[in-house]
Nanobody
Framework: QLQLVESGGGLVQPGGSLRLSCAAS????????IGWFRQAPGKEREGVSC????????NYSDSVKGRFTISRDNAKNTVYLQMNSLKPEDTAVYYC???????????????WGQGTLVTVSS
């Protein structure tokens, strides 16, 4: 059974850190681009970061650049999103998605996880 499962969300104070995990089963993440998206209540889904297939390159939205880092552990078939210096505006449900390429096709045709909630609040 193909699955992507996110974990690691929770409640954190402003300035704190969290590491989200995106674990795959039924397929090998290494050969896919993996994106992280988020959706805050009442807002549109936003792309946060994407790691190209085989981890060749990574990109970040301007809102998280310098604070978030995407990485892969191929042995664990898992992609991570390290989030530092968290702000209240980072509060959202975070989703990972697998697709052959980073980009707009990922949103329509990618394989999505169920999401994990991140709440940044004092």
């Amino acid at each position: 059974q193909l699955q992507l499962v996110e974990s690691g969300g929770g409640l954190v104070q402003p300035g704190g850190s969290l590491r989200l995990s995106c674990a795959a089963s039924g397929f090998t993440l290494e050969y896919y681009a993996i994106g992280w998206f988020r959706q805050a209540p009442g807002k549109e889904r936003e792309g946060v970061s994407c790691s190209s297939g085989s981890g060749g390159s990574a990109n970040y939205s301007d809102s998280v650049k310098g604070r978030f880092t995407i990485s892969r552990d191929n042995a664990k078939n898992t992609v991570y999103l390290q989030m530092n210096s968290l702000k209240p505006e980072d509060t959202a449900v975070y989703y990972c998605v697998a697709d052959p390429l980073c980009g707009t096709t990922m949103v329509k045709f990618g394989f999505w996880g169920q999401g994990t909630l991140v709440t940044v609040s004092s």
